[in-house]
């Protein structure tokens, strides 16, 4: 027995000092803490072997293993039995998935990261699967639509990047919505919260959402936040044209520069992630400006500004919004802004990704049911360049005469020349004014009348929106992203998960 404990207390360290608290008078022991780590719990010819997650640089989860020896029977069976009811207590943790893979995403390695890092974590972990590769695009939204039966799953585990994440969402919340008879066309709408939670193991060009929950992106991390059960509510903008529902948002929503970016990089598919800094650099030569107003709602009942040095980390806890605000009942506190703008960008939460650690909106929180919108006013190459530059450091990139940043509920676009449903017809007939223009005048610095709309990756087809903010709409397997402790700290009881 006297071994068994040196064993375990040598171990102590690796978990929590809490790790156990023991009576040797009594032989009474308990367990705790040390739970919420373990994965796995297996006993052979004497031998506890255990497996369990540990922190490592960089916001790195990583599994590890012990092995405990204990010659006396009965303690032994007392610690199986404790450890036992401790995992089977923890009832955050799911026991059976829905897997969707994009064989296609970035850089077509979905399948083979699901196969090599992710699956052997959850059999470890004695979580069940049902995995569907995907065929098509929007395969994922429409099963889960239409088909899934999602009663027999604790959450939904997409491998691939942000679009193959807005495709689970569209499908789960579109479900939601339509299984508790709320019309998603309506913009004044208050959502239904989806009740299952969504795992997303990195595979794609951006990974922004996945950045932005966890801090890196890395399969095995994300797969062991899975694994333990972790829980973090995110807001979801919801996007109509004329009362009409488009999409819904969990990160960017980007006219002008993101806009053109994206619309740019969809023809270039085939050169894979790098496609963003092609078209990024072709887009930021361009320079094209766009003509509009943009009226939002401020946020005014909130702590924090997007000018903040804080920043939403995990633990950070807001109280779930219920006022999800009907437009006519708050009408007087929009305020409007006219212009000429290179970019506007409402970012739902920080949109950190390893192009820019600190993202679009640093200060933006993933769950407060605001969106942190962006206005880039027309301005030099060179400023834009600083701007664009600022996202690439810690210097604050709305500091800058021609940037202005609003924490909203809402706003609405229109751009100028826009009129009601006639929009796409002027959009195509203003596509062929200017090129007829462009063309006769090869110099000249004229932009087009619209841009397109980037709504987490993909092209709206209209120019005209208005967007609204639901607060804690869905829940990802995450916790946000931690401080990091000092690698020397790695060891330290306060690391225990
Ligand atoms: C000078 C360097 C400046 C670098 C500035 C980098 C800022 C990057 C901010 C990225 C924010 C991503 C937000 C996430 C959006 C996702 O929902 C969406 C779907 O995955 N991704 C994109 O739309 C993909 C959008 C990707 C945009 C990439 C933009 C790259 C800009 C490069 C400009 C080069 C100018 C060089 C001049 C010499
Ligand atoms: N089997 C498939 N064939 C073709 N397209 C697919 C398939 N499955 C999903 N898709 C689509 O592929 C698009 C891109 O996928 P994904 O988001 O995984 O990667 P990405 O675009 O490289 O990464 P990111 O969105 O992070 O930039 C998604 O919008 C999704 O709808
Ligand atoms: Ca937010």
Redesign the pocket.
């Known amino acids: 027995v006297g071994h068994c404990w040196r064993t375990i207390f040598r171990s102590c360290h690796r978990f929590s000092s809490n790790f156990v608290n023991c009576n040797l008078a009594t032989q009474t022991f308990t367990v705790f803490l040390i739970s919420n780590s373990i994965i796995h719990l297996a006993l052979c010819f004497g031998v506890l072997y255990l497996s369990y997650v540990e922190r490592a640089r960089q916001h790195r989860w990583r599994c590890s293993d012990v092995t405990f020896h204990c010659s006396d029977g009965v303690l032994r069976q007392q610690w199986i039995q404790t450890i036992r009811e401790q995992l089977t207590a923890l009832t955050s943790r799911p026991k059976h998935l829905l897997v969707y893979i994009n064989p296609y995403g970035g850089k077509q390695q979905g399948e083979c990261i699901y196969e090599q890092k992710v699956a052997p974590l959850f059999a470890c972990a004695s979580i069940s699967t049902d995995v569907i590769v995907t065929e098509h695009a929007n395969h994922a939204r429409d099963h889960l639509k239409t088909e899934a039966e999602l009663k027999k799953y604790d959450g939904v585990v997409c491998v691939g990047?942000?679009?193959m994440f807005s495709e689970i969402v569209h499908g789960l919340v579109s479900r939601t919505q339509r299984d508790n008879g709320v019309d998603q066309n309506s913009p004044e709408e208050k959502l239904v919260p989806c009740s299952l939670r969504i795992g997303i193991i990195p595979a794609?060009?951006?990974d922004?959402i996945c950045y932005a929950t966890v801090g890196i992106n890395d399969p095995v991390t994300s797969a062991l936040h899975v694994i333990v059960g972790d829980s973090q509510p995110m807001d979801v903008c919801s996007v109509h044209h004329n009362n009409t529902f488009l999409r819904y948002s969990i990160?960017?929503l980007g006219y002008g520069f993101?806009g053109d970016?994206?619309a740019d990089s969809e023809r270039k598919r085939w050169m894979g992630p790098a496609r963003?800094?092609f078209s990024?650099?072709k887009t930021?030569l361009t320079h094209h400006h766009y003509e509009g107003a943009v009226s939002f709602l401020p946020a005014t009942d909130i702590l924090g500004t997007p000018r903040d040095k804080t920043r939403c980390r995990a633990g950070y806890v807001t109280l779930p919004n219920l006022c999800f605000c009907s437009i006519p009942e708050y009408e007087v506190g929009w305020g409007v802004v006219r212009g000429k703008f290179l970019a506007i960008n409402a970012a739902s939460m920080s949109?950190a990704?390893p192009?820019?650690p600190m993202g679009?909106s640093p200060a933006a929180h993933l769950a407060d049911g605001t969106t942190d919108l962006i206005l880039v006013r027309k301005c030099s190459r060179f400023n834009f360049?600083r701007h664009?530059?600022r996202?690439?450091s810690k210097d604050d990139q709305f500091d800058m005469t021609f940037v202005e940043v609003h924490r909203v509920r809402r706003f609405r676009f229109t751009p100028r020349h826009c009129q009601n449903d006639s929009e796409l017809d002027l959009r195509e007939n203003g596509k062929q004014l200017f090129s007829q223009i462009c063309r006769d005048h090869p110099a000249c610095s004229c932009s087009p009348a619209y841009s397109s709309w980037?709504c987490?990756?993909e092209i709206l087809p209209h120019a005209a929106i208005e967007v609204g903010v639901h607060c804690q709409l869905i829940k990802l397997f995450a916790r946000g992203i931690e401080e990091q402790p000092l690698f020397e700290d790695l060891a330290n009881p306060q690391c225990a998960l």
């Open positions: 990047g942000d679009g794609g060009s951006t922004c990160s960017l993101y970016v994206l963003y800094d990024g650099f930021f949109c990704c192009r820019s679009l360049l664009l530059l996202h690439t980037n987490d990756g």
